[in-house]
């Protein structure tokens, strides 16, 4: 028996997928969560196999909570559900520790799939991702500028093109101002920008926030 977890704050969602995934007889959603907090307490307890999550949450994001989860967990499978074309997220995740992408448009048995995949040590990396990949290694010119991102730089990436500030972004993520004025400044000088408005414009235009 594998043992879900859902992290969607769309209850229609949750009770969706945990309908669905009830019908094979392999799989058991154990906890449905609405939110970052709730799924940390989730896996804390140890009693889940692999994590089925959303990137857009309230509070803290997707994108940190997979960064909290592999640091709590490392070895637990972590499997993003997302809204969001592959294209616009699929890479900078699987860098950061996500075992499977899949859009939210994608045919219900591949999630099926992937559960099932990534239970068993594996990736799970879809027609599309794949596609992704392999352009990145043929050309990596192909890659958009904020894949070129760390871990870290990407989490300061976002949060700053939502309007965060960083005194704010340097205490929720225990670090000094100076600290997170350096990975703005690295940022920037990767992505080629120059103010945070223009950190929220290219997040906008890609398809990394709403």
């Known amino acids: 028996?594998?043992?879900?977890?859902?992290?969607?704050?769309?209850?229609?969602?949750?009770?969706?997928?945990?309908?669905?995934?009830?019908?094979?007889?392999?799989?058991?959603?154990?906890?449905?969560?609405?939110?970052?907090?709730?799924l940390m307490e989730v896996v804390r307890s140890g009693d889940v196999d692999v994590v089925l999550l959303d990137l857009s949450m309230p509070g803290t994001s997707g994108v940190d909570?997979?960064?909290?989860?592999?640091?709590?967990?490392?070895?637990?499978?972590?499997?993003?559900?997302?809204s969001y074309p592959e294209a616009h997220y699929a890479r900078a995740l699987l860098k950061q520790g996500a075992v499977g992408y899949l859009s939210k448009d994608c045919d219900p048995l591949d999630i099926v799939k992937a559960i099932r995949t990534v239970a068993r040590g594996r990736r799970y990396i879809s027609e599309g991702v794949a596609e992704l990949l392999a352009a990145g290694l043929a050309d990596p010119q192909e890659q958009s500028p904020h894949e070129a991102l760390s871990e870290r730089e990407f989490q300061v990436f976002l949060r700053l093109a939502q309007g965060e500030t960083i005194g704010h972004l340097a205490e929720s993520l225990c670090l000094s101002v100076k600290t997170v004025s350096t990975y703005r400044s690295r940022v920037m000088e990767k992505m080629a920008l120059q103010t945070n408005s223009d950190l929220t414009y290219y997040a906008l235009t890609h398809g990394l926030i709403q």
């Open 1 to 38: 028996m594998i043992r879900v977890a859902i992290a969607d704050d769309h209850a229609l969602v949750r009770a969706g997928l945990r309908q669905f995934l009830g019908e094979h007889v392999d799989l058991r959603v154990v906890a449905e969560c609405a939110n970052a907090q709730d």
């Open 65 to 82: 909570a997979l960064r909290s989860i592999k640091s709590r967990a490392p070895q637990l499978p972590v499997l993003i559900l997302s």
